[in-house]
């Protein structure tokens, strides 16, 4: 597992981000309490949910890991991958997101066009990314790009600006394109060479038939790229439980890197970046010290947090980038030409 480690691409970035731009507290609350409550709505009760084996390495060995909000998250014994585990179905978790209240809210409230620092952090970023590794690993003139389920327009028209595409295209948007194409059914969507999912990963009923369905709609050499968050990253390692900004359906996988990294080889995809250029976990853990008295440092991380200055969480930041240990993961994955 860790021999890949040395093949594929990883990258540190620092652009002055801050927890607050991209999620900011009082929205973040808010959809949190409309999650819970729709998701008791739409999900059912968890005791007539179904036992599944790890989504990322499909390995059937859990240990309890928590209860979150009366959800049961297990730990994977082969990956380490934590889950929720037994799962609501998979149509009840579809319904959620089409018709739940919180989906809106979502939608309404985060979307990259609502506010210039989201667009900035998150679509123009990913755009970036994108047309660089597309220059790096595609020979096409003008490759067809496509964002699943897309929250606004802004990740195709910066993809756009970027010139390096033919056609850009909302997959199954969530709203209403205004200027870019989007493709409601898999009949109307033509294959790509391109196909991005940000934060989709973690809340797919079953992430490996996710990933299945987005290979098939690309060309052989096509790319997928992913954003989710992980398990593996040091706020979540230090927190777990107590981290305040994972609640359900949202997070029903927090996959390990090595769990990502087995998942991506059994959907048959090659792996060509996985980095966690994540800049919040030390925010994340300063923030949710201050506000919750019951969490706990553990011995290394106290003086590392409370003792020392900016410098230090600065230094620190980008040793967790640098060697995968960010929450914050993102991954590039080629299928393969026959
Ligand atoms: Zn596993």
Redesign the pocket.
Known sequence: MSGSHRITKHTVLSSGLHDADIRPPALLNEFKRLSLRDAAHFLGDPSTWHPVP?T????D?PTPAFVKEGFPYTQ?G????LYVNPRPRTDAVTRYYAESEASRYRVAQFSEASAPQRRIHLARSRASWIAQVADTHLELEEPAYGDWKPYSAAILEEVSEQGRFGACIGIEPLVPLDGVAGATSPETLPRLDVISAFEKLEHQSAPEQFLHRLSEQLNPGGLLFLTTRTCSGFDLQVLWDKAPYIFVPEHMNLL?IE?LE?LLQRCGLELIELSTPGQLDVELVLQALAADPSVVLPPFAKPLLTQRGPLAHQDFQAFLQKHRLSSHVRLVARRPKP
């Open positions: 790890c990322a390495c499909g390995q060995a994977c082969h990956c380490d991958s390990s769990g087995l």
